[in-house]
């Protein structure tokens, strides 16, 4: 949205909007209230979502947070909570474009130097699954591509 905004304001400079370049604004009101109704249960469901894809990946994974090394558990945890709560503001400004420019591309520089990409798409593939026990199916529509987004870009290799 606010990228979009953005894109407005340039796009019309010194005269008035179409009809049709307004359109997204229709588009975002439409769906304000399935926007800020997820976002709500994302807030409130924090906790249990993380500790529910820890469980999963460390199912497929056992050794995913190490073995015989440091415990990396809290700084995956630490991690994918900034994740999902920036994913969660993105669904409520539906604005994936800024999200992904203003953290996933600078998160991917981090996880590459660290060989974490095995470990962001285990863990955004296992949020995918574990959303839809917290938003209903309208409300997934609006949310799964921004995960997806960042299963895409923190696990793709080099």
């Known amino acids: 949205m606010l990228?979009?905004?953005?894109a407005l304001v340039q796009a019309t400079d010194g005269r008035y909007a179409s009809d049709q370049e307004l359109m997204f604004f229709q588009q975002y009101l439409s769906s304000v209230s399935t926007?800020?109704?997820?976002?709500?249960?994302?807030q409130k469901a924090e906790q249990q979502i993380i500790a529910q894809v820890m469980a999963r990946i460390k199912a497929q994974k056992p050794d995913i947070?190490?073995?015989?090394?440091?415990?990396?558990?809290?700084?995956?945890?630490r991690d994918t909570v900034r994740v999902l709560r920036y994913?969660?503001?993105a669904l409520l400004l539906d604005d994936p474009e800024?999200?992904?420019?203003?953290?996933?591309?600078?998160?991917?520089?981090i996880m590459r130097a660290f060989g974490a990409q095995?470990?962001?798409?285990?863990?955004?593939?296992?949020m995918q699954e574990v959303m839809g026990?917290?938003?209903n199916s309208e409300e997934l529509k609006l949310f799964l591509p921004i995960l997806e987004l960042?299963?895409?870009?923190?696990?793709?290799?080099a």
């Open 3 to 6: 990228t979009q905004v953005q």
């Open 35 to 42: 926007r800020l109704r997820a976002y709500q249960k994302i």
């Open 65 to 77: 947070f190490g073995v015989g090394g440091p415990d990396l558990a809290a700084k995956w945890q």
């Open 87 to 89: 994913s969660a503001i």
């Open 98 to 109: 800024r999200f992904k420019d203003n953290l996933l591309m600078w998160f991917q520089t």
């Open 118 to 126: 095995e470990s962001c798409k285990l863990t955004y593939t296992a």
């Open 133 to 135: 026990q917290y938003l």
């Open 150 to 157: 960042s299963r895409v870009i923190l696990g793709e290799s």
